[in-house]
């Protein structure tokens, strides 16, 4: 695990005000909801990578998956079941609102999330992350499943790029060890 000295408090405000040469002081920030506390933190890297959200998520959708084979015995009115595995799955929403008056900071604050869906070719796979939401997760590692994004707020004086963006998150969770029930509870 990275030393947690060596830390990179937003990627993207570091990676974005180097990129266009903006000047930190005409950042004008939207009030954030979450004081930074709700993050993706992103695991492999040499220095810590905190994907921070800007607004509290409404939700968070829990699915545990269940798979289950169907055997169907001669003779027998009703079928067994085998359990077979399962796979437990979060997804919510985010809500990211343009600080900068180019609304760049929209867009690219979408692709650092989408590129969490990439590998880099045969070098490395696509990394996994950590969800820090208060007390509810904090050790599990996810797999990202799927990120889509829905742009909004476009106008002319912006030369049509988003306002506002919402991007649904699906994250699987891999374990090293193989869970039990008791393990749950």
């Avoid at 950042?27 to 810590?48: D, F, H, I, W």
């Avoid at 998956?65 to 001669?74: C, F, T, V, Y």
């Amino acid at each position: 695990m990275p030393d947690p000295t060596n830390f990179i408090h937003s990627k993207f405000t570091e990676w974005y005000f180097s990129r266009h040469k903006t000047d930190v002081s005409k950042y004008v920030a939207v009030t954030s909801t979450t004081k930074e506390q709700l993050y993706l933190v992103v695991l492999g890297q040499e220095k810590y990578v905190k994907i921070p959200f800007q607004f509290v998520p409404n939700e968070i959708n829990y699915d545990r998956n269940i798979d289950m084979q169907e055997i169907k015995p001669i003779m027998r009115n009703l079928p067994n079941y085998q359990y077979t595995g399962g796979s437990t799955i979060i997804s919510f929403t985010l809500d990211f609102f343009a600080n900068l008056d180019s609304r760049q900071d929209v867009i690219d604050r979408c692709r650092e999330i989408e590129a969490l869906g990439y590998t880099d070719g045969y070098d490395n796979d696509k990394p996994l992350v950590k969800l820090v939401w208060g007390g509810l997760f904090r050790e599990e590692k996810w797999e990202i499943l799927s990120i889509r994004a829905k742009y909004s707020e476009f106008k002319p004086e912006s030369n049509f790029l988003p306002q506002q963006a919402y991007v649904d998150i699906s994250l699987g969770l891999v374990s090293d060890v193989n869970p039990k029930w008791r393990d749950i509870l």
